[in-house]
């Protein structure tokens, strides 16, 4: 089956730390992905995605991701954490087919240290 | 640009009363809209997909006569909660698909609606 894993529930790092989210995913081929950022009682704000290309792709507030098609991840990553980073980050991925639906994984909860 | 639009952001009910959100795509057509339910410190759950002019596909487990879905215009969706119970008491995000052919994979979200039946 399809689906997607964020083996990490919570994060807590200090402010200017650097940052790596990790995601997995499960499927047959190459699907489309993407990290959202959710901060508390809100709707999702889209980072990044990747759809083909280069793999290392770039998003909004400085962050990036690296897709590897070998170890089936989509990890996520921030040179130096921002305070106002703290927010749950979700990947997700969309498989071929049907309407495009996303799958998310579990979140990441990121806690900032000052 | 592509912004979507959710209202109410949160609705306090009697059980047994309807409740009616709101998705609107306010600067991009969406022939295709979804709607999710997200409970606390968990993941988004689709619920269903709705397609502008035609029935709903509803996921496995999720009542369609609970969950009604109506995507009337390529711009608005609603999701009516009916006869609601306490144990619907959630988070509902809706999320639009722009129909233009470079951001046709991208789901852009609402801000959410956080409904609590008494």
């Known amino acids: 089956a399809q689906s997607v894993t964020q083996p990490d529930i919570h994060i807590t790092v200090s402010e200017g730390a650097s940052l790596e989210l990790r995601c997995n995913y499960s499927?047959?081929?190459?699907?489309?992905l993407f990290w959202y950022v959710q901060s508390p009682g809100q709707g999702l704000q889209l980072l990044l995605k990747y759809f083909s290309g280069d793999t290392l792709v770039q998003g909004i507030k400085g962050f990036e991701a690296e897709f590897k098609r070998s170890q089936s991840s989509f990890n996520l990553r921030k040179p130096s954490v921002h305070w106002s980073d703290a927010a749950e980050y979700f990947c997700?991925?969309?498989?071929?087919?049907?309407?495009?639906?996303?799958?998310f994984g579990a979140g990441t909860r990121l806690a900032v240290h000052p | 640009g592509a912004v979507v639009s959710q209202h109410p952001s949160r609705v306090i009910c009697k059980s047994g009363t309807s409740v009616k959100i709101e998705c609107r795509s306010l600067?991009?057509?969406?022939?295709?809209m979804f709607w999710y339910r997200q409970f606390p410190k968990q993941s988004l759950m689709l619920m269903a997909t709705s397609n502008e002019g035609s029935k709903a596909t509803y996921e496995q487990g999720v009542e369609k006569d609970k969950f009604l879905i109506n995507h009337a215009s390529l711009t608005l969706s609603t999701l009516t909660v009916t006869s609601a119970h306490p144990e619907d008491s959630s988070f509902y995000i809706c999320s639009a698909r722009a129909d233009s052919r470079g951001a046709k994979n991208i789901q852009y979200f609402g801000a959410g609606t956080r409904l609590s039946v008494l």
């Open positions: 997700a991925v969309a498989f071929a087919g049907g309407y495009n639906k996303l799958i």
């Open positions: 600067d991009f057509q969406a022939t295709t």
């Open positions: 499927y047959g081929a190459t699907p489309y």
